[in-house]
């Protein structure tokens, strides 16, 4: 229609079943120019073109896929789809993607995106996928997760460099390093791994010797962690720990002989980090405020009778950390800074 013959209507309703309704065509009405609809329900139009209940958007294109926007759900298909994949808003802190099926047999794979309250540990939003997840870069090489620096927000994790005591210097097969993972979530908190090859200094091996000095406090363990180093010189076995206070000491020899300039591997490991740096918002909430977190719950989050918690917290609170949820954790009280089992 040329644009000085354009209709134009304050309101425009459009009432009635099959057949009613809405519908855009290009370049003109016929066979397979059906791009747009807006329909009660779905049906056939006059040239042969199905057309969807609800707002719908049509490709011209094979496999001729939509979009369908219907009784509160995005929908998408396209020739040989058996059900429509979808985007569905629940209302309840949670978005759902789902894929479309092309048989019977088939099955859907998803998305489900929550929301801190109404995810699985009721902290922190949350992402459920409900299907293996491959990972690969543009080109279709393996790729990976990487987690943020606890350093610099928006910036990714690296390699941490250790710095050395005690003449304790890095040489030998890897480089002395330790850095955050994305996974895996150990105790479900994330991890730190540490490796690296070590020489012994001109003293020798001494129990309890500071090794490093202290790591910064988003990269320490919760408690005390043991490194099992192997001596490739003499083919002994040792220990290293890294205290909670961020420092690796020389622990000790588990078997054989160590001498001064020996390499050490200290294998592979991870460990949890304290729950202190484990991204609970919540947490900076406590102590509440006057009259506030009385709720008659069963929250005995503080409960050193049956927690063995330090802070000697008694009464019943709305606990910051899993807000009456009833799961138990190992944190870091910020009370009393004392580790404890807390739950409800």
Known sequence: MPWNQNSFFTILIVSGGTGSGVFVYSPKPGAGNLIASVAAQAGTDPYGNAYKAGITSYSKVAPFPLVELFNGQVLFSGAGTFQEGSVTDA??????????????????????????????????PEIVAKARIQLQDAVGNPSYVVPVSPAT?????????????????????????????????IGGKNSVHVAGSVQVPLG????????????????????????????????????????????????????????????IDMQPDSYRRAAAF?????????????????????????????FGHLCGMRRCVTCPLCHGRGRVLRVLCVLCRGWGEVGV
């Open 153 to 185: 927000p928006n910036v990714d994790e690296s390699a941490q460099a250790f710095v050395f005591a005690n003449l304790w210097v890095a040489a030998g097969r890897e480089t002395p390093q330790y850095f955050l993972c994305a996974a895996p979530a």
């Open 204 to 263: 020798g091996w001494v129990n309890g010797q500071a090794v490093t000095t202290a790591i910064p406090a988003a990269y320490r363990p919760a408690h005390t962690t043991s490194i099992i180093g192997m001596d490739i010189t003499s083919g002994a076995v040792v220990r290293f720990t890294l205290g909670a206070n961020g420092v690796v000491q020389s622990n000790q020899i588990m078997s054989g002989a160590v001498a001064n300039g020996d390499l």
């Open 278 to 306: 484990e991204g609970h918002p919540q947490a900076s909430q406590w102590p509440p405020a006057a009259g506030a977190g009385a709720e008659a719950m069963s929250c005995i989050c503080h409960d050193p009778a049956v």
């Open 91 to 124: 209302g309840q802190g949670s978005l759902t993607l789902q894929s479309s099926r092309t048989a019977a047999g088939d099955v859907q794979t998803g998305l489900v995106l929550l929301s801190s309250l109404e995810s699985n540990d009721g902290l922190n």
